[in-house]
């Protein structure tokens, strides 16, 4: 790793995004379903969003975790008491199993004697447990999840928006999941600029950015998504698809297609990567 990426790292973090919590998802769907919580260790919290951390307690122990679900960037946990657990994990957090519980915020000890780790070094994450994790303000807000829409549905979300589609493609309220790591490498295999702005694109191009949306996601996930920050599968091993990566974090590197020398630009307030001859 070069020294501008180093610096890079100290910048930011890249919050997980469709791949890494639907790889999360899959994983622990494999492990915890059916399973008690039998007790519930906090030690900080902080991540804690509602309710307060005595009935947080009450409400988890002794309920069985009966199903897994992802929205967007959430985990939701749905439980046989018929209230959900829902876990947000912002910049910093990760969800190991099993456990040790060394550096959790919370731990949950499952009935077959093992923990459930919440970490997060940055303190960002969201726990809650809710009755109806749908009536959540920022769930109620979301868009439609890119596997869940087709072509024409995309277009027609494009269309006569004035906002450069690197920016739109990124907002949840638009279409849920993408972030800026993945925004960067569809908008480069689909060979569009990203300031470009959403209505002067062509419907040739809306198509083969869904196109591309989806491939790239698909790949991710197939990969076990992208370890690049904070990132890591459930069983803390790093995803693998970071290696895949075309532009994102690559500035001053040479283009796989032309050779042309990776730029990076501030967009939105993110990192922006694009090669500068193939991206029109």
Not at 37 to 66: G, M, Q, S
Not at 71 to 84: A, Q, Y
Not at 202 to 207: A, G, L, Q, T
Request: some cysteine.
């Amino acid at each position: 790793m070069n020294q501008k990426r180093k610096l890079n790292k100290l910048n930011y973090y890249n919050m997980p995004e469709l791949p890494e919590v639907e790889t999360i998802k899959r994983e622990l769907e494999k492990v915890i379903i059916g399973k008690r919580v039998t007790d519930v260790i906090i030690n900080n919290a902080k991540v804690i969003r509602e309710p307060k951390k005595e009935k947080f307690v009450a409400d988890l122990k002794n309920v069985v975790i009966k199903k897994m679900i992802r929205r967007g960037k959430l985990l939701i946990f749905e439980l046989s008491s018929g209230k959900s657990l829902t876990i947000h994990l912002k910049m910093t957090g990760q969800l190991i199993y099993p456990g040790d519980g060394r550096l959790s915020r919370v731990s949950f000890e499952l009935s077959d004697g093992k923990l459930l780790d919440f970490n997060d070094n940055r303190l960002f994450g969201e726990l809650r447990i809710v009755d109806d994790w749908q009536k959540l303000k920022f769930i109620k807000e979301l868009g439609p999840e890119p596997f869940d829409i087709d072509a024409e549905k995309f277009k027609e979300m494009l269309a006569n928006k004035k906002t450069k589609i690197k920016v739109l493609i990124m907002d949840q309220k638009i279409i849920s999941g993408i972030g800026n790591l993945y925004a960067n490498e569809a908008l480069f295999r689909a060979r569009i600029y990203p300031e470009r702005l959403a209505n002067h694109l062509s419907d040739k191009e809306k198509e083969l950015l869904f196109k591309e949306i989806k491939n790239t996601l698909s790949e991710a996930i197939q990969y076990k998504g992208s370890s690049v920050d904070q990132y890591v599968q459930v069983s803390g091993k790093p995803g693998e698809y970071a290696r895949y990566h075309k532009v994102y974090d690559r500035e001053g590197e040479s283009c796989f297609r032309c050779k042309e020398k990776i730029k990076r630009i501030s967009l939105g307030g993110r990192g922006t990567y694009f090669c500068p001859s193939c991206q029109k």
